[in-house]
């Protein structure tokens, strides 16, 4: 019970006034007053105009971003607040971004296949040229057609999807779908380096073939180590966190549409992510299209 009850409570049973009271308890009547008072304090006002905009950025990220972004936004916007008041403020409205979940393999290694080496060696980090280093994984997503499977291409240095595709199988072409989305819609030159697990689809000789009539070097990581293909993992994690699991999925087809709304619409130029010092994969993709070379091509 708050301090002014108790000390209404004591005037109430004594008949006491007011002054008397506070005397008691060692609390000045304008404290009293002030906390009794209807009238919200400048600083309740100020936090009210504070939290309705932490709610507007809480919201546009459908309830996924924690205090950190939130405070990164604001701050984005010209909003001068600091983290901890954000995060006071959150918490207290019970607004709270959507946790990470482990990860569960789907990789199935093909032991007859000539493994690559290794040319990322967990060296993730988005500096570099961009489409000169991408990553590719599969995952997979429960409907009530059955389970469809997603797989991906990043871009390290940016971050962006540059490639993507969903399908109800995890034959070889679901990879091949997502890399040629990518040389479509980036032309990377010859000499990038595409790495991925070690997984039959990434293996097999379809895909070789692909990667060599576009001058694409393939790499894999050591087997069993998830932590060598880690930004295609953190990706999975996140889509899965922010928009998978936070619904049913009655059709592949839906599913593909809402997939496709969340990377371009939201993930690759709208989502601050904490690996490019919070700015959108757009906006590194930017960055580096206008203040760094793009790789020189390779003649074959």
């Known amino acids: 019970m708050r301090l002014q009850s108790f000390i ?27 906390r009794t ?8 006002l100020s936090d009210a105009v504070v939290l309705a905009k932490i709610k507007e950025v809480f919201d546009e990220s459908t309830g996924t971003y924690g205090s950190v972004r939130v405070t990164k936004e604001l701050k984005r916007r010209g909003e001068t607040v600091g983290h901890r008041r954000v995060r006071r403020l959150m918490r207290c409205n019970n607004m709270a971004g959507r946790a990470r979940k482990r990860w569960r393999a789907t990789t199935v290694a093909d032991p007859d296949a000539a493994a690559a080496a290794d040319l990322i060696r967990r060296q993730f980090d988005p500096g570099g040229p961009i489409d000169a280093r991408y990553v590719g994984d599969i995952t997979y997503i429960n409907t009530w057609q059955g389970w469809a499977y997603l797989a991906t291409v990043i871009d390290l240095a940016s971050r962006r999807v540059v490639g993507w595709a969903i399908a109800d199988h995890m034959r070889t072409e679901l990879v ?4 040629e989305m990518a040389f479509i819609q980036r032309r990377p030159p010859p000499g990038l380096v595409f790495h991925s697990d070690r997984g039959s689809q990434y293996t097999s000789s379809d895909y070789a073939l692909l990667a060599r009539d576009h001058g694409v070097v393939l790499s894999v990581g050591r087997k069993g180590e998830c932590w060598d293909n880690a930004v295609a993992e953190s990706f999975f994690a996140t889509i899965k966190r ?3 699991d936070t619904r049913a999925w009655p059709t592949i087809a839906g599913l593909q549409r809402e997939v496709f709304d969340w990377i371009e619409g939201w993930y690759n130029t709208r989502r601050l992510h904490s690996s490019l010092g919070y700015r959108t994969p757009a906006e590194a993709d930017h960055q580096h ?3 760094q070379p793009q790789a020189t091509p390779k003649v074959a």
């Open 242 to 244: 922010e928009l998978i």
């Open 289 to 291: 299209q206008n203040h």
């Open 8 to 34: 209404e409570a004591e005037r109430a049973d004594s008949g006491g006034s007011v002054k008397r009271c506070c005397e008691l308890f060692e609390v000045s009547r304008s404290a009293f007053y002030t």
């Open 176 to 179: 091949t779908d997502a890399l």
């Open 37 to 44: 008072s209807p009238t919200p304090s400048r600083r309740e």
